[in-house]
């Protein structure tokens, strides 16, 4: 009987099991696809000469993350490459707005946009040399992070206190005009704002939009050298030194549930795998409530809360083999890993309301990801293995384009939206199009389909809004890994502080699930010694 059963292989199950592992549990994972990895895998669909990331990419919290670089995967063959730009932002009129690794060199091309904006770039890089470390403790630890909070606190009240606070929260259109004249930097923000799911009029934009900036300042957009899967492999390595099974192609299809505790799971084919000390799921909120538990085992108040749980756009991705690089009219966008398109911020705008309205957009906003520019071993010499996303609403009403889409997304429909991504590329980048070998087109059910936590295609296990995070994560009143059930923890990034690939919400679940039974530990030595006293204080008969 193994200590502890993981659910899910992604990377916060296998950050959970590699933390338990650690400290002396015995653990089994099971992973419902026929390999691991949830959303950081790769692989030569596309054409047998490229690798291709099939869901994330580029990976700033990864390389922010405390967490993850605990673990040591260097030592497990993990490499990181970066590309020569962090991200560049181009515009029709052949201007361009580029993350620099160097400060200095995002603030020279910032004042092309408008003069001074340069400076008002390396203003909110000083802010973030200030706060910086702590905002990523309060973010990579269970919440409420009372100590992570509390130096944090004296870091704002240092750094313009209530003032600074004031503008992490406002709406990253509002936070780029009160910052900047020029075109550009508003729209390093608002691009970096909408990695998530998050409008340019969202509360709380402005300051996601900043951090994102602030990672990929700081610490560059990464990727790992040979695909993403590369990740995957050195935490599974590191799982297997310490005789951790990882069983594929094996959906646990209920967790069981014994006078109020969690003690093992049941996979589909029947088999009872019982757990001695807890069970830890790397699976979305809504799943773990609805598919894994009996309902008689949860307090009726979830249910109502799931009514109301608000899932983050549905992605559409397409992969490309391209048979030369992408011929951007921005020079400046041929260097950078990742390439925003979209025509300031009004098009973001429009783009993010007609999302809200059930409207498939007419001028989607492109992420653009260029691996091989970020890491020349994923295509042969003066090639480019390249993706894209963009986002759709997942319930349909019509299409903003007119070209009829329902949001069905047979295999017509997606090639259709496909052609419009492509279109849209190939205005900023002539000649875009006739460089495609192969490509490989995912739409909202293909991608829930080779990883069920991605419902729809929401990429970040539900909303970044601000109405479903912290004490709001994943339900209101939750705010960490701990369920209603004991000994079950949930280790997705449904739960605080939410999606990308970091693993904090699978640390979060084996601290707590350790510290539990560490707590019980002491309790039953604590009855045990007291018991002994009162038989040593009995009198002899």
């Known amino acids: ?24 549990w015995s653990v089994e994972v099971f992973e419902s696809q026929d390999e691991p990895g949830g959303a950081v895998r790769s692989d030569r669909g596309v054409h047998p000469d490229f690798v291709s990331d099939m869901f994330s990419a580029f990976y700033p919290l990864a390389a922010a993350s405390p967490v993850l670089n605990g673990l040591g995967l260097e030592r497990e063959g993990l490499r990181w490459s970066r590309a020569p730009f962090v991200l560049a932002h181009p515009l029709l009129d052949g201007s361009c707005a580029v993350l620099d690794p160097d400060r200095a060199g995002t603030a020279a091309r910032l004042d092309r946009f408008a003069d001074g904006d340069g400076r008002a770039w390396t203003s909110l890089c000083r802010v973030w040399d200030q706060v910086g470390d702590d905002v990523l403790r309060a973010l990579f ?6 100590r992570a909070m509390a130096a944090l ?39 970096n704002a909408l990695h998530a799911d998050l409008a340019p009029e969202a509360a709380g934009s402005g300051g996601f939009g900043w951090l994102m900036a602030m990672l990929g300042q700081a610490y560059g957009f990464p990727v790992p050298v040979g695909g993403a899967g590369a990740l995957t492999s050195a935490l599974v390595r590191r799982l297997r030194a310490r005789d951790v099974d990882v069983h594929c192609g094996s959906r646990v299809t209920e967790v069981v549930v014994r006078r109020g505790r969690a003690v093992g799971v049941r996979t ?47 992605t559409f991705k397409v992969d490309w083999a391209l048979n030369r ?36 957009p007419e001028r989607p906003f492109v992420l653009v990801g260029q691996m091989t520019t970020a890491d020349a071993s994923r295509s042969p010499q003066g090639t480019e293995s390249a993706w894209a996303y963009t ?23 997606a090639e259709r939206f496909a052609d419009r991504l492509e279109q849209r590329i190939e205005s900023y980048a002539p000649g875009f199009r006739s460089g495609v070998m192969a490509r490989r087109v995912l739409p909202p059910p293909a991608l829930q389909a080779a990883d069920s936590n991605l419902h729809g295609g929401a990429i970040n296990g539900g909303t970044t809004s601000l109405h479903q995070q912290l004490v709001f994560r994943p339900l209101p009143g939750t705010g960490r890994p701990e369920t209603a059930v004991r000994g079950l923890y949930l280790a997705s990034a449904s739960a605080h502080p939410g999606g990308g690939v970091h693993g904090a919400p699978g640390a979060n679940a084996a601290r707590a699930a350790l510290r539990a039974r560490g707590a019980a530990a002491l309790v039953s030595t604590g009855r045990r010694a007291l018991a002994h006293r009162n038989r040593a204080a009995e009198p002899p008969r």
């Open 268 to 314: 589909e084919n029947g088999d009872a795998v019982p757990a001695r000390k807890a069970v830890l799921a790397d699976v979305s909120a809504p799943s773990l409530y609805l598919d894994l538990i009996a309902p008689e085992h949860l307090p009726p108040r979830v249910f109502g809360d799931l009514q109301r749980f608000q899932w983050d756009f549905a």
């Open 325 to 360: 690089p992408i011929p951007w009219s921005a020079e400046e966008a041929r260097s950078a890993g990742t390439v925003h398109v979209a025509e300031g911020i009004d098009d973001l705008t429009l783009f993010a309301a007609q999302i809200a309205m059930g409207q498939i």
């Open 141 to 146: 630890t269970p919440f409420p992070p009372v």
């Open 1 to 24: 009987m193994a200590d502890a059963v993981v659910i899910g292989s992604g990377p916060n199950g296998l950050v959970a099991a590699n933390l338990l592992a650690d400290a002396g």
């Open 153 to 191: 606190a004296a870091r704002l009240h240092a750094a313009g206190g209530i003032r600074l606070a004031r503008s992490l929260l406002l709406p990253v259109r509002r936070l780029g005009e009160e910052e900047f004249s020029g075109q550009g930097g508003r729209l390093l923000l608002a691009g």
């Open 391 to 413: 986002h759709v609403p997942h319930r349909v009403k019509s299409d903003a384009g007119g070209d009829g889409l329902t949001g069905r997304w047979d295999a017509a429909e």
